[in-house]
């Protein structure tokens, strides 16, 4: 089992002006991360806009990404899809691939909602594969929630080993952590919080733009300085609750631009902020200069 403790960067996707993936970026975008100290890298994540990048895509994107990362921290790939052969396809592909672990959703659009057919799915792709499943609860954009009773029955299968749990709820949150199983923080705005309570560690859209600071705030509840880490958690907060609280991924872009990492571009069907709202997400990164 890969052990995902840490900042794992939920890595947005770098797109030049033409729309394609720009693999020079990428590459400096890992650099400039593992250079930073976080301990793994998601990619073709939420924050990397997946749900608008083809297959072939995801398998050149992970295949550069991996190859780059060479071993230097974990490299999790979200295989997620709606059709149950592409996602096993997609899964195995990342797999030969060199990926640490896996990101995937449930079947989120008219499928199955109830315990025993999520259960069925994640069964069906854990059989597909030897590398670590991490389980995606996202309730507000999928409609789906992983109840903490189907999350003890889940971590009984052989690599569904982790959960990434972005609902925000920090009682589901510990209910999850009751039975000893690892989860990962994934909602920006309840981080530190997760952290001190015993999350194993986090898949982090935020820290894009701000991957020094995420990295300290882990060392710093991992060493017990509470103090320090709130403190430090309260020059994050204002950015954090902002990209929560509006077009979450044109805000991070657009947040990580201006701190010198990538390229600010999204993918059609997503529309750039307009220079008003930007201006405004800006505003709220200047407590991290202070």
């Excluded at 060479?70 to 709606?82: D, K, V």
């Excluded at 389980?135 to 009984?156: D, E, K, M």
């Excluded at 044109?250 to 990492?261: D, E, I, M, N």
């Amino acid at each position: 089992m890969a052990d995902l403790a840490g900042i794992n960067l939920a890595m947005q996707t770098p797109f030049g002006a033409d729309g394609a993936i720009d693999f020079d970026t990428c590459k400096h975008l890992i650099d400039a991360y593992i250079d930073a100290g976080v301990h793994g890298l998601v990619l073709g994540s939420g924050t990397g806009q997946h749900p608008y990048l083809t297959e072939a895509e995801c398998n050149q994107f992970y295949e550069v990404g991996i190859a780059h990362i060479n071993g230097r921290c974990n490299a999790i790939c979200q295989t997620s899809a709606l059709n149950m052969d592409e996602v096993a396809r997609r899964s195995r592909h990342a797999e030969a691939s060199g990926a640490d672990a896996l990101m995937i959703l449930p079947p989120y659009l008219e499928g199955p909602v109830d315990d025993e057919g999520l259960f069925e799915f994640y069964r069906e792709i854990d059989s597909e594969v030897e590398v670590d499943i991490v389980g995606y609860n996202i309730p507000q954009a999928t409609g789906l929630s992983v109840s903490p009773a189907l999350f003890s029955r889940l971590s009984t299968l052989k690599n569904f080993n982790y959960i990434k749990d972005s609902g925000g709820d920090m009682t589901v949150h510990q209910q999850y952590l009751q039975d000893g199983c690892r989860v990962l923080n994934g909602c920006d705005t309840t981080t530190v919080f997760a952290l001190m309570v015993g999350s194993h560690g986090c898949i982090w859209g935020g820290a894009n733009y701000m991957p020094h600071e995420a990295v300290t705030l882990y060392r710093l509840v991992a060493e017990g300085d509470y103090t320090g880490a709130l403190t430090l958690w309260q020059k994050m907060l204002p950015s954090l609750l902002h990209i929560w609280t509006h077009d979450y991924m044109q805000c991070v872009l657009a947040a990580s631009k201006h701190r010198g990492f990538g390229l600010g571009n999204v993918r059609r069907p997503l529309r750039p902020l307009s220079a008003e709202a930007e201006a405004e997400m800006i505003a709220t990164l200047a407590p991290l200069l202070n």
